[in-house]
């Protein structure tokens, strides 16, 4: 996924104008000859922020205190992998990648006042382990969703990292097919299945017992990533395929899911929408060209 963007450095001046503008970057391959896949942010106690950057070979976390010397500050090598994608809950990094690192997991707690952070590997329970996984996302209520690991149908699996942060808990399971993005909020799962062509919405209230309650095709049928709006009534999709589109659904009836509208950049180029998410009024999207 190359994923979010790095608009966050201009959040504030968004409203004013849609047209952003790099403020720096970073050369990976100058820093460790590595391509990026995606990234995630965090901030600790004093207000700091920080990038944490999936890249082909490890993941790294950028000082973002000065927007224009973004500065590396810690550096966790991995096997090859042109994904590589890391999620935050409270103080903790969560990175998956489909290289068999298993999840990665780094305690961001000592910043700023050490860039010596603690790291560790979760491959699952011991019984049923899986060594690899496409994505992940941590929910408000500190629940880790792992998308497309080697276990099997690659569905999602359900971490609970709210007791013990570095040695999760596998509390349930949803399988009945493959995943390969996700979004969660307030007891309800909202997966996107790239194989098969569509959307699911699933009660996760009983994370050991999930309940599939709707399914719907994306407009072309090969669903890469979802979102839900903030008042919890739309969720948004894109289909990784040339000339594509992004979407938005009603699904104020999950067994009822109807599509609202579609949009398609730059028509007739054949551009490929990647991933959609919800910045309050905005959808911000990135696209491959």
């Excluded at 305690?107 to 603690?118: F, G, Q, W, Y």
């Excluded at 990292?161 to 993005?181: L, R």
């Excluded at 398609?264 to 910045?279: A, D, R």
Aim: glycine residues 8%.
């Amino acid at each position: 996924s190359l994923s979010i963007l790095f608009f966050f450095f201009s959040i504030t001046s968004i409203f004013s104008q849609l047209n952003l503008d790099s403020v720096s970057h970073l050369d990976y391959q100058a820093l460790h000859g590595a391509n990026l896949n995606d990234v995630w942010g965090y901030v600790d106690e004093f207000g700091n922020e920080y990038a944490i950057v999936g890249t082909t070979i490890g993941t790294s976390v950028v000082d973002l205190s000065d927007p224009n010397n973004p500065t590396e500050i810690f550096w966790l090598p991995g096997s090859e992998s042109i994904w590589r994608d890391p999620k935050v809950f409270g103080d903790y990094a969560y990175i998956t990648t489909e290289a068999e690192d298993g999840l990665a997991i780094i305690d961001l707690s000592p910043l700023p006042s050490s860039t010596t952070l603690p790291t560790a590997v979760y491959t699952g329970p011991s019984s049923n382990s899986w060594e690899s996984a496409h994505n992940c996302f941590a929910d408000e209520n500190g629940i880790l969703y792992i998308f497309g690991a080697n276990r099997g149908n690659g569905g999602a699996i359900m971490l609970d990292v709210n007791a013990s942060p570095m040695d999760p808990v596998e509390i349930g399971e949803f399988d009945d097919w493959y995943v390969h993005d996700g979004y969660a909020r307030n007891d309800t799962l909202y997966l996107a299945h790239i194989n098969d062509g569509f959307l699911s919405i699933v009660d996760i209230s009983d994370k050991a017992n999930p309940l599939l309650l709707g399914t719907q095709d994306t407009p072309n049928t090969f669903s890469h990533n979802i979102w839900l709006s903030d008042n919890g009534e739309v969720v948004f999709t894109t289909d990784e395929l040339s000339g594509s589109y992004v979407a938005s659904f009603d699904i104020t009836d999950p067994t009822n899911i109807s599509q609202l509208d579609k949009i398609q950049s730059s028509p007739g180029q054949g551009v490929i929408p990647h991933n959609t998410f919800v910045y309050n009024d905005y959808l911000v999207t990135s696209y491959y060209s």
